[in-house]
């Protein structure tokens, strides 16, 4: 074991339970332990990412940090990549063409990062706002960042708070390393090598990319052009047929149709606006029928709602939010219907979709206010419309 001191453990969720697994010396607490909380102790204290910093055992806690930094000593090349949305799919995409390299992918999915294994030559890490935060020593090789948008305020309290945490790798890297990031941060500082992109095409145009050569359209367009990206930073190869066999996660801008042959789209993981922003754009020339609602986290609305204007949309409102989703409605003038769950959304839907409109959930909110997750939201979506 390459750490043999006790360390504490905050948390008792997935990469808490791999790490008190790993570290047999650890102790580890969750709020209900509190009261058994030595707050004199400085013992290296790991923080599991969901643990907010407002947490009462964070706050007597002397000596934080996250479980990179805990592993940053046995890390291989690693490439981290984070953004408000399309991090998920940018990392998998990522391991499907670098996994004949030898690397792994893990992190915020997959195998926590404490059971990954050190002898892989690269280690492909999604990796969350959360994780970021707590972050002090540890950087990347490489750097990906997708377009940050407003999400988990009220974890990180502000959206300067959550914005400053993704941009934190660029601070802590050196000479020789590559980040990759939107345009609007050209000025941040950073000793790596900054690459900035305005959007999908301009990020092709500066990496040699034929985008007609790719099969993917928006948003995972840009998901695939960023893992291509890092594919030819690392090894100076583009491998078009590799990224085209890349398989998009189930409730990611799925569509299906039901039995009259009707467009239905299950985009149940867009679980913020920027990501509802984002789906909306292959679908312009089509009447949409958008579901909308779930706990939106705090996050503003407005900016949904400024594009929600551009299209031909009717709106069926559900979930924490709805009044919320009514009276912005209402302020931009666009047809709504109240509906508070989803059953009744899709039956209303299902009385005016035709083969020139679709159905749509996508949400722009989380879905923990009436689901378990996005993934039940989704399965029950599909399983209403197709009774």
Not at 30 to 50: A, Q
Request: with cysteine.
């Amino acid at each position: 074991m390459f750490y043999n001191k006790s360390i504490r453990i905050l948390g008792k969720g997935k990469t808490a339970a791999a790490l008190k697994e790993k570290f047999t010396n650890s102790t580890w607490y969750d709020d209900s332990d509190f009261n058994l909380y030595d707050k004199n102790n400085h013992d290296l204290t790991i923080v599991s990412p969901g643990i907010p910093p407002y947490n009462d055992m964070v706050k007597n806690s002397n000596n934080i940090c996250s479980d990179y930094d805990l592993f940053f000593p046995k890390m291989p090349l690693s490439i981290w990549i984070t953004g408000t949305n399309g991090k998920t799919t940018t990392t998998q995409m990522t391991q499907h063409l670098l996994e004949s390299y030898n690397s792994e992918y893990g992190g915020n999915i997959g195998i926590p990062l404490c059971d990954m294994n050190t002898k892989n030559k690269i280690w492909i890490l999604e990796t969350s706002s959360f994780t970021l935060h707590y972050t002090n020593k540890a950087y990347p090789n490489v750097f990906i960042l997708l377009p940050i948008s407003e999400d988990h305020i009220t974890w990180h309290g502000s959206f300067e708070e959550y914005r400053n945490a993704k941009l934190k790798p660029l601070s802590m890297m050196k000479d020789g390393q590559v980040a990759i990031v939107p345009e609007h941060f050209k000025d941040v500082e950073t000793k790596a090598f900054l690459i900035t992109y305005k959007d999908s095409n301009d990020l092709a145009s500066k990496f040699s990319i034929d985008i007609n050569k790719i099969n993917f359209k928006e948003p995972f367009l840009l998901d695939a052009l960023l893992a291509i990206a890092t594919q030819k930073i690392l090894f100076d190869k583009i491998d078009y047929e590799k990224i085209n066999t890349f398989k998009v996660d189930k409730h990611k801008v799925e569509e299906f149709k039901d039995k009259n042959q009707n467009l239905w789209v299950d985009d149940s993981k867009a679980t913020n606006i920027d990501a509802t922003i984002n789906a909306l754009k292959a679908y312009q020339n089509k009447k949409i029928y958008l579901i909308l609602g779930g706990d939106d986290k705090g996050a503003k609305l407005e900016p949904l709602f400024e594009e929600l204007k551009k299209y031909n949309v009717e709106l069926f409102n559900i979930g924490k939010n709805t009044k919320r989703l009514n009276v912005l409605s209402k302020d931009y003038n666009i047809k709504h219907n109240e509906c508070n769950f989803l059953k009744n959304a899709v039956e209303k839907i299902k009385e005016k979709i035709d083969t020139n409109s679709l159905g749509m959930l996508s949400p722009a909110a989380a879905s923990l206010d009436q689901y378990s997750s996005y993934v039940q939201r989704g399965e029950e979506f599909k399983n209403l419309v197709k009774i």
